[in-house]
């Protein structure tokens, strides 16, 4: 990368790590000691109560789910310094149908992606030579096995359920991109991305070369950035989740996203599509949902609907993709995720 | 000097265009700043991820969003 001015030494940063790791590991042994002295000493609420349960699993959550984020979002970070959307391009752009489907939604994990890069990426990884089905795997895998959710996940509940949400979405998104390429839809693109297809282009950036050093830095301001912006979506998921822990019955829970209901998965995928929140936001809701008896099939589908299914990254795409296409695509992937929930009730 | 930034109008990208007119205000000569959000226009310069910066139409950084001090050392670079 091109050299930054400001780049304190190598030992300076790695003395801030050395001290940052022991304060994490502090912070994250006392808080469910902290959050009951908060909530049934300092408030005086009454532990097993509505309110008391409600509010212990606020002051117990937030500093839970913010330390897990901020040390998974470093992490993640770090690794994504080493996969760029341009070496991944070129890595696909060779692959055949099939094991480019699979290349594909293992990449879409760990590959920096942001919806509002969703066309450029589009457009860059078709003209490169990449098949239209490949590319949509691409596009199904990366919001939907989200590395940060996937990072909580594991952190949260373990590493089976983290392993059955990469390993789903990296199967949807291999089946759809392979569906969706053998419909040959490439007519249903917008024209003015066949054009694209067929112009020059003006010259790219080369890779950039990136110190360790660098690399750090760049899982620093990832924290500070993804951190920053999320927290409200966090709070709001945390809110909803204590609500959801302290009032709501878990008969209720259950007769809803219970798997002895056939409607039970569509209807998740049904309220999670129109919701958007971020993948950390929504881990507080899964955790109380789980906790209140849900099913995990179906808590599973609804999770996916809302991370991977998002109405803004939608809109996003139907600029470059007739309505047509956009429906098909929406179409596919929510038929994956509801038979991925129905798969997981049935079997779990 | 021109130097343009790409990017569909999201929340990184904006910050990208404040901190190229930083570095311009900085650099005290009175380089030009343009943000381009066509698409097409993306396209065709082969950017991959937003949002990205140009100097002089060279691709300089692209999928980041760069620092005043490091958009200023490519502009006096």
């Known amino acids: 990368m091109p050299e930054n001015p400001t780049q304190p030494g190598f030992l300076r940063r790695g003395g801030w790590l050395l001290l940052a790791l022991p304060l994490w590991v502090f912070l994250y042994t006392v808080n469910h000691a902290v959050s009951e002295w908060i909530a049934f000493r300092l408030l005086g609420l009454t532990p097993k109560s509505h309110l008391g349960d409600a509010v212990a699993f606020l002051f117990y959550d937030t500093p839970k789910v913010l330390l897990l984020l901020t040390l998974v979002v470093f992490i993640v970070t770090f690794i994504q310094t080493f996969v760029s959307p341009t070496r991944v391009r070129d890595s696909l752009s060779k692959r055949r149908p099939g094991l480019g489907n699979a290349f594909a939604s293992i990449f879409g994990i760990v590959t920096p992606f942001c919806s509002c890069s969703a066309v450029p990426l589009f457009i860059g990884f078709l003209r490169a030579g990449v098949p239209l089905g490949v590319t949509f795997s691409f596009l199904v895998a990366a919001p939907m096995v989200n590395e940060v959710a996937l990072g909580m996940l594991f952190a949260m509940f373990g590493w089976k359920i983290a392993a059955i949400y990469a390993g789903t979405g990296v199967a949807i998104a291999f089946t759809s991109g392979l569906v969706l390429g053998q419909l040959r839809m490439e007519h249903y693109l917008e024209g003015w991305v066949q054009d694209a297809l067929n112009a020059p282009v003006l010259g790219e950036l080369e890779d950039e070369q990136i110190t360790l050093p660098a690399r750090i830095d760049l899982a620093v301001q990832g924290v500070k950035e993804i951190v920053g912006k999320v927290w409200p979506y966090i709070l709001a998921g945390i809110a909803v989740g204590a609500f959801i822990h302290g009032y709501v019955p878990a008969t209720f829970m259950a007769s809803l996203l219970g798997k002895s209901h056939w409607y039970s998965v569509p209807l998740a995928v049904l309220i999670g599509v129109p919701l958007y929140s971020n993948a950390a936001g929504i881990m507080p809701i899964v955790d109380a949902l789980l906790g209140k008896g849900a099913a995990l099939g179906s808590t599973l589908a609804f999770m996916m609907a809302v991370i991977g299914l998002s109405l803004p990254e939608t809109i996003i795409l139907r600029k470059v993709m007739r309505p047509r296409l956009i429906a098909t695509f929406v179409g596919v992937v929510a038929l994956g995720i509801v038979l991925v929930g129905y798969l997981f009730n049935a079997i779990l | ?77």
């Open chain 2, 1 to 77: 000097m021109l130097i343009e930034v790409f990017g569909p109008g999201c929340a990184k990208c904006q910050v990208m265009e404040k901190h190229a007119k930083e570095a311009v205000a900085q650099s005290g000569v009175d380089h030009q700043v343009v943000k381009i959000s066509d698409y097409a226009a993306m396209a065709s310069r082969g950017i991959l991820s937003t949002p990205a910066l140009a100097v002089d139409g060279e691709i300089k950084v692209q999928g980041r969003v760069a620092s005043s001090n490091e958009i200023l050392a490519l502009i006096k670079g």
